[in-house]
């Protein structure tokens, strides 16, 4: 088993590497996840399995770049549509989408906003109500070519978004909004890509107050579909990474609080643990 991943050295903040057992190697000729995703899924594949023998030292962090986004997509599972009918004054916006054509996509995240596995991510200090999305995330050669599977949590202020679906960039873009990792498993590496199971946990004060799982086999679209429609009339360059929608979703009794600590598990692709803070309103201001 291997991964890509990405480090940060002393010289590079977002160093991609192979990685085997917990030790990270250079991959020649590649030395951002840009650089992969601008190669054809065969060129990939013969740089990645060439020998390398070039160990390196750093921290594991999201498996971005500076230059890649990270879109989502909505109600894609049955019991995410029916969440957010019940969060939501207009319900019936999300029942058209579920059974619509196209589906919703929208803008996530830069590696700004994104955090990886073991870093802190955010709940919004105006928000009441917060919760993870347990999602598994694809990410795209600038080609449209599936190269691998990761974890999000795509971070949701429930009750902003159940206000207005309008105020979903409100509810789901700001800071410590995104987690993304551990890392990414080659897609040539995982059997049945499409049929993995999907299990999330929250924890506070060293107990489990929430838990859950579902499967990609619940999924009410295709990857190709959601590939397709990401790609019409958009252009990326350097790839991009999308992540497919969630299939969890924690009752209306469930709120994460700064402290808790949350742990998703995708069979073949691995563990994201993030512990929460809360994310001032003046956040601008503290960040130097």
């Not at 894609?76 to 058209?96: H, M, N």
């Not at 996509?105 to 994104?114: G, N, P, Q, V």
Request: one cysteine or more; aromatic letters at 8%; charged letters at 25%.
């Amino acid at each position: 088993m291997s991964h890509l991943a990405v480090i940060r050295t002393k010289n590079q903040p977002y160093k991609l590497v192979k990685e085997i057992n917990g030790k990270y190697f250079a991959i020649p000729g590649l030395d951002t996840l840009s650089d992969a995703l601008k190669l054809k899924l065969s060129e990939l594949k013969k740089i990645y399995e060439g020998v390398s023998n070039q160990e390196l030292d750093g921290e594991l962090i999201a498996p971005v770049s500076v230059d890649i986004e990270v879109w989502g997509a909505g109600v894609t599972y049955q019991r995410s549509r029916d969440a957010r009918k019940e969060e939501s004054g207009i319900p019936d916006v999300y029942q058209l989408v579920y059974e619509a054509d196209r589906p919703e996509i929208f803008f996530k995240a830069t590696a700004r906003r994104t955090v990886g596995h073991g870093a802190d991510i955010g709940i919004r200090e105006d928000a009441t109500a917060s919760v993870p999305e347990p999602e598994v995330a694809i990410v795209l050669n600038r080609f449209a070519e599936l190269i691998g599977m990761s974890i999000c949590n795509d971070m949701t202020s429930r009750n902003i978004e159940g206000e207005n679906p309008l105020y979903l960039s409100q509810a789901k873009i700001y800071f410590g909004s995104n987690a993304i990792g551990p890392m990414i498993r080659p897609i040539w590496e995982i059997f049945d890509h499409d049929k993995l199971d999907i299990y999330a946990k929250i924890e506070r004060n060293g107990a489990i107050i929430w838990q859950a799982s579902t499967s990609l086999k619940a999924l009410n679209r295709s990857f190709d579909d959601l590939i397709q429609y990401l790609f019409r009339c958009q252009h990326f360059p350097v790839g991009v990474l999308l992540s497919t929608g969630t299939g969890i979703v924690p009752p209306l009794d469930i709120s994460l609080e700064s402290g808790d600590v949350v742990t998703i598990t995708v069979d073949q692709i691995g563990t994201l643990v993030n512990k929460v803070v809360t994310t001032p309103l003046n956040i601008n201001d503290r960040i130097k």
